[in-house]
């Protein structure tokens, strides 16, 4: 059995090097390059179904919106509970196992439902988010916190979560929680750049 870092954890390096390298590439001039190639797939967006409706329709578009914070309140909610369980502040007569899985399934219907309808209200706007550049960081917040709950989070917590340590269950839950307030911090931005 290998007793390296890198033996216990493979799939958490390997995902902490991609998350690294994507922050990198993203502070880089390389962006710029592939920007500028997304422009006629956000120009497109605007011409589909979803994209005339969105911007002819008003009530549509303000539906879907409100589905979208309903989805987006679900996700922060089993992210807070499931990060309080792990950092031993809420719900503690209840197993975290238990409370850790019911979360992990609300997360994943709050998520699609979020991408589902943002894909939709992007469509009708994508030229103006296109050019916002708190959009993108967004988008790269996202995809940070999709990429620690499947590949970090879900692997070290999924089987016996009472079996890890205090101390990295805290670490899990303190990165957790940073990692989506980012998130929510951009979308936010977002509405206040638009």
Known sequence: MSTGIRGFYPRTITVI???????????????VAVWS???????????????????????????????????????GGSVLVSDGRLLNVLFRDV??????????????WSVSLCVLTGVFMACGVAVKVYYLEVFWYKMLALAVGVAFVFFIRRPLLRD????ISPGLRRLLASASLMIWFSVAATGRWIGFSG
């Open 160 to 163: 016996h979560p009472d079996a």
């Open 37 to 75: 190639a997304l422009l006629p797939l956000f120009e497109w967006m605007e011409t589909t179904p979803p994209g005339v409706l969105g911007q002819t329709w008003g009530a549509a578009f303000a539906a879907l919106q409100a589905v979208h914070l309903l989805g987006m309140a679900l996700l």
């Open 95 to 108: 197993p975290t196992d238990l409370v850790l899985r019911a979360c992990h399934r609300l997360f994943v």
């Open 17 to 31: 090097a991609v998350i690294v390298l994507a922050l990198a590439f993203a502070l880089n001039g390389a962006r």
